[in-house]
């Protein structure tokens, strides 16, 4: 069994920062990927950012350049720094860890909300 512990989450002014962080802990044999999605209310999931075992990152298109994905791989922890934020990333993020030999995990979430 895996658990998620998501923190950071919170409410900020427009071009304000948040540093959101997602740990991993329990019985699996390795993680392939960690990452974010998000969703906000009458809206789609969307990719936010994922970075493979390799070090290989993905961001989704609205947050290119502004927000960027680390791991701690030693801490299973994965991370990620949300600058000049926008009142349109307002949504819940959800951690997302790809397990071996298992498959995605979601964690509850954590709410962002960006005041214009």
């Known amino acids: 069994q895996v658990q998620l512990a998501e923190s950071g989450g919170g409410l900020v002014q427009a071009g304000g920062s948040l540093r959101l962080s997602c740990a991993a802990s329990?019985?699996?044999?390795?993680?392939?990927?960690m990452g974010w999605y998000r969703q906000a209310p009458g809206k789609q999931r969307e990719l936010v950012a994922r970075?493979?075992?390799?070090?290989?990152?993905e961001y989704g298109n609205s947050v290119k350049g502004r927000f960027t994905i680390s791991r701690a791989e030693a801490k299973n922890t994965v991370n990620l720094q949300m600058n000049s934020l926008k009142p349109e990333d307002t949504a819940v993020y959800y951690c997302?860890?790809?397990?071996?030999?298992?498959?995605?995990?979601r964690g509850q979430g954590t709410q962002v909300t960006v005041s214009s």
């Open positions: 997302n860890v790809e397990l071996r030999r298992v498959g995605p995990v």
């Open positions: 329990g019985n699996f044999f390795s993680i392939d990927a």
């Open positions: 970075i493979e075992s390799t070090g290989d990152t």
